[in-house]
């Protein structure tokens, strides 16, 4: 597990350093190419979200007689979430399966696409509110706050154990925190956010894999 889990790793790093180099030198292959839809990062993006929910389904069936059921249900409903996040990636199989969208997501969708994070509710994109600011403050409980909770506090580690919540150990935690900086400080790119995605789903997928609290998923 040590090895895999540092072998992506590497393999993120690797691919977000060369984005960001590209953001620099060569900005129109950066955003025509590298980070754009239907493209590689984007596709690569997909692997991590399909990686944990084929590994959610694994635990559910390897601990079905083991744990409880609220347990296998949040195990489930994680990998469920794995499952429409690489849906919403690649709009559902629309351009795969050359798909025309239903009249709605035309109406309402800033990029007249089947999914729904590119919604436009009352002027505003659902993107930017629910995946972009919601997104954020989740990330900062998950990885900042719940850890230390989780450590401190004896009834919500029992909570997060009892719902199968993966904690970040401190070096999923190092590798977000440097994924943030280089994308959010060393790129120069309105489609920075492809790349923070494409490290983040990895990071969260490791963490998935190979959690703090690990002994609750064996």
Known sequence: MVIIERSIASFVLVLVSIGV???????????????????????????????????CIYRVYKLKNKRSKIFLAATLLLGMLYFFGAGEEISWGQRIFNITPHKFFLEHNSQKESNLHNLVVGGKKINKI????????????????????????ESIKK???RLAIP????????????????????????????????????????????????????
């Open 159 to 161: 909570l997060i154990n």
């Open 21 to 55: 180099i590209l953001s620099h030198t060569n900005k129109a292959f950066f955003e025509g190419v590298y980070v754009r839809e239907d493209h590689f990062i984007e596709w690569v993006t997909v692997v991590a979200l399909l990686c944990g929910f084929f590994l």
């Open 130 to 153: 629910v995946f972009g600011l919601g997104l954020s403050i989740i990330v900062v409980i998950y990885f900042l706050i719940m850890p230390i909770l989780y450590k401190r506090v």
């Open 167 to 218: 904690l970040p150990r401190g070096f999923h935690i190092i590798c977000y925190l440097l994924l943030a900086f280089l994308v959010l400080v060393l790129t120069p790119s309105t489609k920075k956010g492809e790349l923070l995605e494409f490290g983040g789903c990895w990071i969260f997928f490791m963490t998935t894999l190979r959690p703090y609290n690990h002994k609750v998923f064996e």
